[in-house]
């Protein structure tokens, strides 16, 4: 339990009340006083958003606007670049691309969504990083740029195969929208960034909108009966499920791109060879991996019994013998499967699809499968 001084210390969201009036059990998260649940319970808030909508309360995410000074929002990107192994130049106005900010040892200090507004480049960050990944901008990027964080607006998040519908009502443009599709929208009246992206696996959006109009946009959300609000757990199981990172957990300064299996997430002309190879921190590590190969990488894993095998717990090659050779990094009841699953980090030559491994869960080596991920299939509209 917190003391009552460090619950005073938690931030609120501008949907604090709401959560609140909602009946959710707050939680603190990344310093947030944040809902973990509402009354209808995490199996029923996942189960809702695999079938229907789900709407989230993100707005503990660092939302920073990145203005080139030239004007031209290329130069930004190109400032961007060197903080990052992604192509951001390539980035079309109205899109966006996952990122991660890299350190001198190829370690990922952040992961990160950079979309292009046009004009300049609009970030989403972790909770968590926001005030060091704001730090390392300014201190990187000032020259080229104005960094500015967006602290006056909430961000909330619309997932699941209804999203669209629900959506729909309030903007009209949504339905035309195609993943990672990114930009300014008119929702309900009210002048909003839009993406279609999310941290479910499903279809849907994330809205950022003015904080003083959050509730309202929320609450009108909420109206729909296809809509049901969701807590923290449910968004760290659904997740889980889509095979989709934890920061600080599945990827951290320890964790290169290569060693993550992010290397969809590194185009072509950042790498070897590419039109603009390196230049960003870690470069030289990073793209030995990706020429040479990692030592490690992050892999999917089933159990063959019920028991849930969770962070922390050590893999093994064999049953009853021998040193650890693994980690699990997240792990879980996977609800939609109804079976658990988890993620972790094995030998490369320990992580081919169906190689048998063991999982010391309270003093016990359950057998585990490395298993294909996502867990279960995406329904991203392409």
Known sequence: MLARDDQDSLKQTPLHGLHVSLGGKMVPFAGY?????????????????????????????????????SGKV??????????????????????QRY??????DGGILDDLM??????????????????????????????????????????????????????AKLCAEAPAMKFMDSGPHRVADLDCFVSRSGYTGEDGFEISVPAGDAERLAKTLL?????????????????????????????DIETTPV?????????????????RAGGFPGAEKILAHFDRGASRRRVGLRTEGRAPVREGALLFADATSGEPIG???????GPSLNAPVAMGYVPVASSAIDTKLFAEVRGQRLAVQIAA???VKNTYKR
């Open 259 to 275: 060693e993550a299996a992010l290397e969809w997430s590194v185009q072509k002309s950042r790498r070897s060879g590419g039109a």
């Open 74 to 95: 290329e130069d930004a990107a190109r400032a961007l670049e060197r903080l990052v192994p992604q192509d951001i130049v390539a980035i079309a106005p109205g899109r």
């Open 114 to 167: 950079v979309a292009n507004f046009g004009d300049h480049l609009f970030l989403v960050v972790n909770a968590a990083c926001k005030a060091e990944d704001e730090a390392h901008l300014r201190a990187n990027l000032s020259d080229d740029c104005v960094i500015e964080q967006l602290a006056d607006r909430a961000l909330i998040a619309l997932q699941g195969p209804k999203a669209e519908s629900a959506l």
């Open 373 to 375: 991920m996502p867990f």
């Open 99 to 104: 990122a991660q900010f890299t350190n001198a």
């Open 33 to 69: 006083d944040m809902p973990v649940q509402y009354p209808a319970g995490v199996l029923k808030e996942h189960l809702h958003t695999r079938n229907a909508a789900g709407l989230f309360d993100v707005s503990h995410m660092g939302q920073i606007a990145l203005r080139p000074k």
């Open 223 to 251: 109206e729909n009966p296809d809509v049901m609000p969701i807590g923290l757990g449910a968004r760290d199981s659904l997740r889980l499920e889509a095979g989709l990172c934890l920061y600080g957990h599945d990827i």
């Open 327 to 333: 980690k699990v990094t997240s792990g879980g009841f």
